[in-house]
């Protein structure tokens, strides 16, 4: 079984996605371009979000009329990046729930090592979509989808603001079973394990860091 890739291809986030790339975009503008891609990610990644029919009134008449079903949606950012794409997904899912993974490298094995998992209850009557800005190796977001696969939510989507081939695969070899959802796929990563072209270190740009 091979993962899917789904490219958000739609003009504005392409539009937005480019001006986030650009060197001289400071840190206020980009938080703002984050948060306005982030609300058009989450129009796609809920678009099959299943809904039932509820009896209302308008004004004028009765009618049955779709609401979401289910539990709400658990937003699981993977700490520290994962929350600027979470603060545009919540202006458009204001009720969903939210977790946080918090994940480092440990130098001597390079393993991921967990330092921070929190969820809300009932995870296995809940939809789950992970987010954090860049998948790089792909490892830390497959070690925190791996950590989350404990809680057994319902279903899991990863959301991304920009993927590089080899962590889209390494990120498929380990979870063929979970989307992939992101405006581009670039050509590769540098020695450094940022991705080309890319656009920098997302955490740093966001929170005026470096
Ligand atoms: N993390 C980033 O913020 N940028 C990259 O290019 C790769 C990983």
Redesign the pocket.
Known sequence: MTGHVEVIDHPLVQHKLTLMRKSDTGTSRFRMLLQEISMLLAYEVTRDLKVTQEDIETPLQAMSAPVLDGKKVVLISILR?GGGILDGMLKILPSARVGHIGMYRDPNTLEPVEYYFKVPSEMARRDAVVMD??L??GNSAAAAVQRLKQAQPKSIKFVCL?A?PEGVRAFHEQHPDVPIYTPAVDER?NEK????P????????MFGTS
């Open positions: 990046a800005p860049m790089a190796t920009l590089a990563l394990g940022y991705i080309l890319g656009l920098g270190d997302a955490g740093d740009r």
